[in-house]
């Protein structure tokens, strides 16, 4: 019942860390079949074994990538990125949008401009002005974010 937990401590752990492998079914490499050590759900792990296994002349790009469940671009990804910065280029970059995308510095000047003239309105009646101004929905919530993210960019006051 112990090992139950731990794996599902160690998987929560990789999911946290954007590291858990979405699909460790694909591996049939017989170092994941085998042993407690290879832990196919760790992705950093599978990514570095993928690029050894290329770099030591064990198999081919195209072996290792069909061992190890990915696609041929991506495996030479894999190996350049390696080669170009060490294990911390084989860290997964995070998944979906960057920033906020939508929402544009004239947008912006928008919401400066129209709280200049009519006092500070919050972003709940000001998703309504920008969709009509802009053709572009946006989510108060998003706004309120991109807002915040402006106000700690001002320098502060001094006395």
């Known amino acids: 019942m112990a090992d139950r937990r731990d794996d599902t401590e ?58 190890f469940g990915v696609s041929r671009p991506t495996c030479f990804r894999m190996v350049k990125a390696f080669d170009g910065g060490g ?26 401009n129209y709280r200049a003239r009519h006092g500070r309105v919050g972003a709940r009646r000001l998703a309504p002005l920008i969709e009509a101004e802009f053709g572009v929905r946006v989510h108060p919530r998003g706004l309120e974010k991109a807002l915040e993210r402006v106000q700690k960019k001002l320098p502060e006051a001094g006395p």
Do not use: W
Not at 37 to 47: K, M, P, S, Y
């Open 87 to 112: 294990l911390q280029e084989l860290v997964p970059a995070r998944r979906g949008p960057r920033g906020p995308h939508k929402i544009s510095p004239e947008i912006l000047r928008f919401v400066e």
């Open 10 to 67: 160690k998987q929560h752990r990789l999911r946290e860390a954007g590291t858990l492998n979405r699909t460790p079914e694909k591996i049939s490499d017989p170092m994941f079949a085998a042993g407690d050590f290879f832990d196919a759900r760790d992705l950093l792990q599978v990514r570095y074994e993928m690029v050894r296994v290329v770099r030591l002349g064990k198999a081919t790009l195209a072996q290792a990538a069909a061992r």
